[in-house]
Structure formats: structure tokens, C-alpha cells
């Protein structure tokens, strides 16, 4: 929805709801004062030229407005007051409300609304309440249909659930009454920014041993899954390792809501799309995986398998497209083994078990594990190259792991990460694709052995 539209149906919505005055000088609550004004801003701002503005200017432009009103029309209010029911017109009128100002704020990465008295946020990994509040449910439900609407979708008790994102990227999940029972619940979750592999050593997400490990990799077309629970990173290390792609290939991204950002020149983005209100139209992952393969990409690179598309994704990385990446939500590196195991057994075509495990055992080459610690920080907690074949049981090598020291007073994680050498095999594939072995991933017999086998 337009700006112009927001603020025109706010508009209607402050006309239907009778007995709102433009000003508080009659003692009115500021609250009614606010919707006033709201509606007298709509009258004195050139739409046309707002939405040129970018979000920090649109929101100067229009505090400059709304602070001109008050001092033409507005009831004689303290400092503080003033400021904040400029700051409340504002946020109204941008559309969000109470939402608009924790929006704004970069350290927040999670907002999450349990109905309309309850707002926690997330910073830096760690959850905590806000003084925040919309003014009762139907305020809320006006919010979420605003932001539903973007996605022409409704929520009502028929359609309780549904995905949308805002225009800024922010992905939204709502889900009201009568399924919730705490009220209409809202999870917003920031638009993951990019990371680079140095500002993830420099965060002490990874060592710079074991990112030139992961490059060497990459570039070496191994097929990587990367595996961890919900908001461990594994969408922005995702993003980090397809860095290490070189940019003659062609890549081919599919995504349930893009949140990729690839710098290579030749990147095909494709994202999913669920069913509109009909219940027709959908195109899901698994005819996106298995579309790409018909448009001859270098590489595939799938944000989560969490469905039958695994088993076509297991089969692209068998059949020319080795090097692909994705992401699996798990909790060590057997686990994910084991759940891409269970994921593409949920196929319509029957696979039989055996054949499953010997095509994950040649499709896989390494797991990342990441783990989000108490204190909320973000790392690589495992590195396993899969030395299982064939139809054999799962069988991980561990090069790389966190070893965590006892927790002290500080309640703060600390560590060391602890190579060890590569099995023969992985070693021999990095040094045929011309890759580096980081010094700490070849044990020195080995790197001997390395030697005289490039020599011959
Ligand atoms: N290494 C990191 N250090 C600090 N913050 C990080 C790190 N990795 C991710 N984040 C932040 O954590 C949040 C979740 O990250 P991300 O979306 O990558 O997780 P995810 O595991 O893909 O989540 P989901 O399970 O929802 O798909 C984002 O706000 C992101 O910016
Ligand atoms: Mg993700």
C-alpha cells in the first residue's frame, strides 16, 4: 500500500470511529488529539514528494509538518509532551505505530508482539521486554492488516496465519485468535544484513583458520549443508561461504522469501510463493530446485530445505551440480544428516531407505553446525567432512570444533576452536582444485605427504 493510501485509510478509519477531535485543547486525551492531527497532517503534506523521501527523511519531513500544526493548532503541551505526540502522529501516520520507533532501531534484529500489551525485542541474541504498547487489540489488528495488506492477504478467524514482509524486507508472521491464545501475535525479523567472512572472524563467529578452510571448500565445489536452529545464523553464514563462489559461475538462488545478497555478476534469484487467497497459484522450493535445473546453473544454492524438495536438491548435487550450498535447521552434524534423511523421505516418490542414505552419503561432502550460545552469541560449534559411502550408516569426521570452557560469573561463552587434519581424501580433493589447506587442517606428516603427491 502506498503511502498516500496508508494515510488516506487512516484517515477513514479516524472518520468512522466519531467523536475524534482535531485538538486536545478541550482536554481530550492526547490519543484522540493524535488521530486529529494525523488527519489535519494528511491535508498539509505533499504526498507526491514524501515518498521520493528515504524513511529517515520521509519521518523528518513529516515531524517538521506535524510540529508546525502544533504550534499553529495544537493545546499547550510540556516539551516532553509535545515531542512525543509528534513522535506518535508520526508513527501512526508511517503506519506502524508503536512499532515504527523499534524498527528504527538497528541493535534490534527480532520484534515480537504477544497481543497488544506485550512487546519483547531481541538484541544481540538476547530477548528482552520494552516498555511499548498499542492502545488494545483492535489497534494491533489494524497494524497487521496494514502490514498483511501489503502481501493482499487477509487475517481473520478463517485465515489466522499468515507470512507477509514489509516493504524495508523485514519478514512478518502473524497469527491471531482464536489459534493464538494470547491475543494477535506478530514476529518481525529484521532483514538479515550481510556479513562478510572478515566481520564474522571479527565478530568471533569463525577463525580465520577455519574460513580459509570453508573457502577452500567452496571453491573446491564441495557440497556444504549448513545446520543450526532457528536464528543461529546459518541464512547470513550462507550468504558469507556463497562469497567464496567465483564469479564466472552461474548461480541459481531459491528462497521461501529472499534474503540472499550475492555480489557475483551472475546470479538468477528465485523465491516461492505461497497460495493467494483461493488457494491457487503456489510454486514452492521443490518446483523451484527442480526448475533450476533446467536453467544450467554452475551452482545451486537453496536458503533451507525443510520439505520434499531435499530429495531433488540430494539429486541436483549428484548430477553435475556438486558445489551447491544450503541450510537445514538441526542440532549437531549427525542430526542433519539424519533429518535431510527423514526431509526427503517425505518425497512423493518412494525412495527406498538404503538408496536415501547412499544419496546423501555422495551428495554431502562437509556440515557446518552453528550454534547460538546462552549469552547470545552467534559461532561455528562444528566442522565434519561425511566419510560415510555408498549405503553405509552416516559416518562424520570432525575437523573443526568449539570446545567451550565452564561458564564464569560473567555468564559470557568463551572457548577455543580446535583443528584437526583433514581425512586424506578431503585434503587431496582441495589441493586438486588448486585450494589451500590452512596450516592447523594439515597435520605436518600429511603436509609432507601432500608435498611429494603434487611433485609426481
Ligand atoms: N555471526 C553472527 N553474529 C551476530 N549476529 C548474527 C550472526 N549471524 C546472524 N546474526 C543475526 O542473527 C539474526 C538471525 O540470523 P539468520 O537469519 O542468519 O539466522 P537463521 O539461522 O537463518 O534463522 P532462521 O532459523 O529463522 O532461518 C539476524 O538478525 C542476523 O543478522
Ligand atoms: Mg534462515
Known sequence: MSLKERLSRQWDDDNASAGETPA??????????ASGFRRRLLEEIDTAELVKLGPSQRRARLETVVAELLSREGPVLTSVERNRLIRQIVDESLGLGVLEPLLADESITEIMVNGPHEVWVERQGRIQRVDASFAGETELMQTIDRIVSTVNRRVDESSPMVD????????????VPPLSLVGPTLTI??????FTFDELVALDTVDRATADLLRSMVRARMSIVISGGTGSGKTTLLNAMSSFIPPEERIVTIE?????QLQQPHVVALESRPANVEGKGQVTIRDLVRNSLRMRP?????????GPETLDMLQAMNTGHDGSLTTVHANSGYDAMSRLETLASMSDVSVPF???????NSAVDAIVQLERSADGHRRLREVSVVASRRREDFDLRRVMTFEHEPVGPDRVVHGHYRHLPLPDDVARRLMLAAQPVPTSYAAATEAGRHESVRQA
Open 24 to 33: 486536545a485543547s478541550n482536554g481530550a486525551p492526547l490519543g484522540s488529539a
Open 164 to 175: 507477509a514482509r514489509l516493504p524495508s524486507g523485514e519478514r512478518v508472521n502473524v497469527i
Open 189 to 194: 525479523r529484521r532483514f538479515p544484513r550481510a
Open 256 to 260: 521461501d522469501s529472499a534474503e540472499l
Open 298 to 306: 554452475d551452482r545451486i544454492v537453496v536458503g533451507e530445505v525443510r
Open 354 to 360: 538404503q538408496s536415501l542414505r547412499d544419496q546423501i
